[in-house]
């Protein structure tokens, strides 16, 4: 049996602007596959995190162990061993 996962445990309210165009295409790929748009944005903002330059720069970050925590990217990044 697997166990269902907790949704957004940690989500808050954002305000950012975007173009029209954009909000339609949340809004419509929200009600193909049955997602609100808040999980639609969700889902594929994550996906910024398959830029390998994105990563790069945050592993060359100096004390980057926060940001690293933060976005729950540990086994994305090689750590700095120090000595």
Not at 60 to 68: A, M
């Amino acid at each position: 049996m697997k166990f269902i996962k907790p949704k957004n445990t940690n989500a808050d309210k954002v305000d950012w602007l975007i173009s029209e165009r954009s909000q339609a295409i949340v809004k419509y790929y929200a009600e193909y596959t049955q997602y609100s748009e808040s999980e639609v944005a969700d889902k594929f903002l994550q996906n910024i995190l398959d830029d390998k330059d994105f990563i790069k720069w945050i592993e060359q970050k100096r004390n980057n162990k926060r940001l690293i925590k933060q976005m729950e990217i540990e086994d994305m990044v090689k750590v700095k061993s120090i000595g």
